[in-house]
């Protein structure tokens, strides 16, 4: 009897997760969903698109359910005695888009989609199904025995971990992000990033010109006279 219930309540999760997916609220078209622990350990330490599960109800579920994976847990430990991963993410703080992933919270859309999220039982219940899961469980305790486990372990006692962190510094890709800082055009990057409306979602209408100037057009004397000017009465083409 147990066991029939538990079947049903992961079918419900299951099919709530998809409906929740599958909703038929208007939203951007997504980003990819990662399919590895490899490839979700290089989104997040992205500092360019790291947000992204934190703007879209919908991307959050598939982030949340990669999280509570011990597989990612251990490419995460992977990444991070991998010099090449601080690397990649000191460079793409020096990326404007950087800005513009963590600017774009200040759209009004974004709180949108959460305020209607937290009216959705289905976002609930799919949010919620990694934890209901057993075989989540059954993964974290044979997370010691997992090969991957034992050769992160072992890789602590690598003589060539701690040479590739003393040898870091020293890589043209270290010292080309080094010297980045004295470059103006990183500088003219991020200026155009930030004057650019798009960085900010529906709130860069806000910075835009055009919009100013489409209001200003209420007090511009000739669109009151259009109309008047239309009825007039057109004159005879001269012989």
Known sequence: MTIAKLTAALIAGAVSSVAFANGTAPAAAPAAVPTTPEAWVAKMTDPTQNASAFKDPKAFVPWMVAVTDPATAMAMSNAMMNPQTSLNMMTGMMNPAT?????????????????????????????????????VYMKWMMAPMDPRAMQMGM????????????????????????????????????????????????????????????????????????????????????K
Do not use: E, I
Request: glycine fraction near 6%; charged fraction near 0%; hydrophobic fraction near 50%.
């Open 99 to 135: 800005m513009a992933n963590y600017m774009q919270f200040m759209d009004p859309a974004v709180s949108m989609k959460w305020m209607g999220a937290a009216m959705d039982p289905n976002f609930y219940t799919a949010a919620m199904s990694p934890f209901m899961n057993p075989n």
């Open 155 to 238: 890789q602590m006692m690598n003589p060539g971990l701690y040479t590739n962190w003393m040898m870091a510094p020293m890589s043209p890709q270290a010292m080309n992000a080094m010297m980045a800082p004295m470059n103006p055009a990183m500088y003219g990057n991020w200026m155009n990033t930030a004057a650019n409306p798009a960085t900010y979602g529906t709130m860069g209408a806000f910075v835009n010109p055009a919009t100013y100037g489409n209001a200003a057009q209420g007090f511009n004397p000739f669109v009151f006279m259009a109309p008047m000017t239309g009825m007039a009465p057109a004159t005879a083409p001269q």
